[in-house]
């Protein structure tokens, strides 16, 4: 089973100390995102279908797992940028 990121760690560096050290708790998040999610397929995937046309239907209803799938993936992913004092590293987790 695959689960979305729950934590975003991020941390600002700055004259070769660090500056800001951020938790976001992502995973509060996620049940208000999925309700409405819920609530605009019903309405979004048909339209959306229609309005793919005949050959791509399949591509367009199956959009929104591969989607799902990519978020998924972004856990363990590790961001930095700036110089080696100063800079902003992200983790995602």
């Not at 999925?34 to 591509?59: D, H, K």
Request: charged share 15%.
């Amino acid at each position: 089973m695959i689960l979305p990121p729950s934590v975003v760690q991020l941390r600002i560096y700055g004259e070769n100390r660090r500056k800001m050290k951020l938790g976001l708790h992502v995973g509060l998040l996620w049940p208000p995102v999925v309700l409405i999610a819920l609530l605009l397929a019903r309405v979004a995937v048909p339209v959306w279908g229609f309005a793919a046309g005949r050959g791509r239907r399949r591509w367009a209803v199956m959009a929104g797992p591969v989607l799902f799938y990519l978020l998924c993936t972004l856990r363990g992913f590790k961001f930095e940028a700036g110089s080696a004092g100063d800079g902003v590293k992200m983790t995602i987790y």
